[in-house]
C-alpha cells in the first residue's frame, strides 16, 4: 500500500497504552507497533487492541516488534521511563530516565529511522533535549509533548469559566512542563477578545484574581491526579494522538509542543513548551508571542530551571 503510515511506540505502560488503544479508537494510523523491554506485556498488549478492531472506525495493523521495526516508521512516540511518584518533581526522575533512554534512541538510529522523534517521558523538556542529543538529528524533527496538555486542561477550565466552548478559548501555558510553567494572560484571547478586557469590563461578573487560581489548578492538576490514581495517562494519550495526527496529516496545526529555541523569546538550545506550527516535517516553526516584560521574566527563570537541570546530566 502507497504512503502507508507507520508509527512505533517505545514503552507499553499506562501513557504509551492510552496513547495506543486512542489511536485505535481514532483511526490514526494504518500501522501501530509496540515495543517494550517486556516483549510478554507488549505482545499481550497487541493482542488485546486487535481483538476490538473490529469495533474501530478504520482498520490498523497491531503488533508487537522490535527496533529494527522503525526503519521505515514516519513517528516514534516514546512513553518508556521509570514513572514519577507521588511527591517526586518531574526533575527528580531526570536521571534515573537518561539511562533508559541510552538504552533506546541507538537502536533506533541502527534501524536506518529516518522520521520524526516525539517524546512524552518526564521531565519532558529534559528527554527531548536528551534525545535530541543521543539521536544527533535535526531539532524540527525531535519534539515532546510540552504543554500541549497543561493548556488543554486551561482552555478546559477557561470554557467552564466563561461558559464558552473551550475550541474558542484561545490561551497558553508556556515553558518548563513543571511547577515554572506559566499563562501568558496577556496574550489569552476569548475568541479575538483579551480574557483580561472582559474581566475588566464585566462588572466584576469574571475577575482576573480567577485567571490566577486557574493556572494554579492547571499547573497543580498532575499531583492532584496522582495522589488519587497513582498516575497520569488518559489525557497525555490523547494528546499524543492529537501530536502525530498534526504530523501525518500534515496540519500545520498550532500546537505547545516543547521544541528547541534558536533565539525565540531570547533563548537559545533549551527545549520548552511554546505555541509552535507542527507538520509534516515536525515542528516547522516557533511562534513567538508578545510576552510582557513580567511574562518573559516568567519565561527566562522557567528556561533557567530547564538548562541548570540538563547541565547537572551525565549524558
Not at 501501530?32 to 478504520?58: P, T, W, Y
Not at 494519550?237 to 509542543?257: F, K, Q, Y
Request: hydrophobic share 40%.
Amino acid at each position: 500500500m502507497l504512503n502507508r503510515r507507520k508509527v512505533v511506540l517505545v514503552g507499553a505502560g499506562m501513557v504509551g497504552m492510552s496513547f495506543a488503544y486512542s489511536a485505535l479508537n481514532q483511526a490514526l494510523c494504518d500501522e501501530l507497533v509496540l515495543i517494550d523491554i517486556d516483549k510478554k506485556r507488549a505482545q499481550g498488549e497487541a493482542m488485546d487492541l486487535n481483538h476490538g478492531v473490529a469495533f474501530a472506525s478504520g482498520s490498523m495493523k497491531v503488533y508487537a516488534g522490535d527496533y529494527g521495526d522503525c526503519s521505515d516508521a514516519d513517528v516514534v512516540v516514546i512513553c518508556a521511563g521509570v514513572s514519577q511518584k507521588p511527591g517526586e518533581s518531574r526533575l527528580e526522575l531526570l536521571q534515573r530516565n537518561t539511562a533508559v533512554f541510552r538504552s533506546i534512541i541507538g537502536p533506533i538510529i541502527h534501524s536506518g529511522f529516518g522520521g520524526i522523534f516525539l517524546v512524552a517521558t518526564n521531565p519532558v523538556d529534559i528527554m527531548t533535549r536528551v534525545t535530541y542529543e543521543l539521536s544527533g538529528f535535526n531539532a524540527s524533527r525531535v519534539f515532546g509533548t510540552g504543554t500541549t496538555l497543561d493548556t488543554a486542561r486551561l482552555r478546559y477550565l477557561l470554557g467552564e469559566y466563561f461558559s464558552v466552548d473551550p475550541r474558542n478559548m484561545h490561551a497558553y501555558v508556556i515553558g518548563e512542563h513543571g511547577d515554572s510553567e506559566f499563562v501568558p494572560w496577556s496574550q489569552a484571547m476569548l475568541a479575538t477578545k483579551s480574557v483580561l478586557d472582559i474581566c475588566e469590563q464585566s462588572g466584576g461578573k469574571f475577575c482576573v484574581e480567577e485567571m490566577q487560581r486557574l493556572s494554579n489548578e492547571v499547573r497543580d492538576a498532575a499531583q492532584k491526579i496522582i495522589e488519587a490514581k497513582k498516575a497520569t495517562y488518559y489525557g497525555i494519550g490523547m494528546s499524543l494522538v492529537r501530536i502525530v495526527r498534526a504530523v501525518l496529516s500534515d496540519e500545520n496545526s498550532v500546537l505547545t509542543v516543547s521544541a528547541r529555541l534558536r533565539g525565540e523569546y531570547g533563548q537559545k538550545e533549551v527545549y520548552a513548551g511554546v505555541p509552535c506550527i507542527v507538520n509534516r516535517n515536525g515542528v516547522d516553526r516557533v511562534l513567538e508571542l508578545m510576552l510582557t516584560p513580567e511574562e518573559q521574566q516568567k519565561f527566562d527563570d522557567s528556561c533557567a530551571i530547564l538548562r541548570e537541570n540538563y547541565e547537572g546530566l551525565e549524558l
